[in-house]
């Protein structure tokens, strides 16, 4: 399916569907973007769908397709589009884990396409619905790669936005500019509300690893898209990729350093995954817990900041391995 006024396909494609998964992997293009072209790089390849898989072979793909004109994306006649679109992405994964709910979820999120997943997780976790607030319970991991995540202030954001006008030629859009400015303090926002349930959940038995790419080189005379202190956050691991905000996403063969940088990342959360065995609310293994249990005391330096969820909003709802 496609939306009438892009043509651009929308919803979950499934990209390999291994019998013996352990883990669902879930690609989510930026604005402008594509499910499948995104992830191409200059001679066609699709790494997500023909590299990747080889080198994770218990892992179930998908990339899943939004309505990425940013012309609709940042529409004053549409304040709630960003939720509409974090909603459909909850539903869209709920119906295709009807087998296998409990298996755990990787997120990897290109540019504003990290946006729509921060923002569904907060859904999720404060969802009445069950489905739904699994999503967020079993989501244990988020490549974010070139995601705008940090303003400072309300100038911060603007002028990234700007950059996003300008790298599609809407930089002289007076509605564009005024809605991206008016959606400012609601980003900055967001961003503060995921930093919160990730605090939370590294206190729990659901922690959420992150690991945040930024692109290394600008596009020209527009320079960075999204600047490395824009991309990354203090306290989390963070990585460059030596390609431009659109090439970060493009690899041909699995020789590149980004995509040896991804997969790295993946794998190494797979293989933990297998070595607890189960990685549930209830009985699966934090690595952080388990050391602080150990070394008797607090893990300093990994953990910063006040709470704002209890431990029994993630208490409920089970993951499972496999």
Request: with cysteine; aromatic share 8%.
């Amino acid at each position: 399916m496609s939306t009438p006024e892009t043509g651009r396909p929308v919803g979950l494609l499934e990209l390999v569907a291994p019998k013996d998964a352990i883990v669902d992997i879930v690609f989510i293009h930026g604005l402008t973007g594509h499910r499948e072209k995104t992830w191409s790089g200059r001679y066609g390849t699709d790494w997500a769908k023909t590299l990747l898989p080889k080198d994770l072979p218990n892992a179930r793909m998908f990339s899943w397709g939004y309505d990425a004109n940013i012309l609709h994306f940042f529409d004053k006649k549409a304040d709630h589009r960003l939720d509409d679109h974090s909603k459909q992405l909850c539903s869209d994964l709920a119906g295709v884990r009807s087998k296998n709910p409990e298996r755990p979820i990787l997120f990897v999120v290109h540019s504003l396409g990290g946006i729509v997943c921060e923002n569904a997780l907060i859904l999720a976790t404060t969802s009445a619905e069950n489905h739904i607030k699994q999503i967020s319970a079993c989501t244990r991991g988020i490549i974010f790669l070139g995601t705008p995540l940090r303003g400072s202030d309300k100038t911060i954001w603007v002028q990234i936005g700007h950059k996003f006008a300008e790298l599609i030629g809407q930089a002289k859009s007076k509605d564009l500019v005024s809605v991206i400015e008016k959606d400012a303090p609601r980003l900055q926002e967001l961003g503060d509300s995921f930093s919160n349930i990730l605090r939370d959940r590294a206190k729990t038995d659901q922690s959420i690893e992150v690991v945040f790419f930024y692109e290394e080189f600008g596009m020209g005379p527009l320079g960075h898209i999204v600047t490395k202190d824009s991309a990354t956050v203090a306290g989390y691991e963070a990585q460059a990729i030596p390609a431009d905000h659109v090439d970060m996403v493009r690899f041909d063969t699995n020789a590149e350093p980004g995509y040896v940088r991804i997969k790295v990342v993946l794998e190494r959360w797979i293989e933990a995954l297998k070595r607890t065995g189960k990685a549930t609310p209830v009985t699966g293994i934090n690595i952080h817990q388990e050391v602080e249990r150990m070394m008797g005391g607090t893990v300093v330096g990994y953990v910063a900041g006040s709470t704002t969820f209890t431990s029994n909003v993630y208490g409920s709802d089970k993951c499972a391995s496999g």
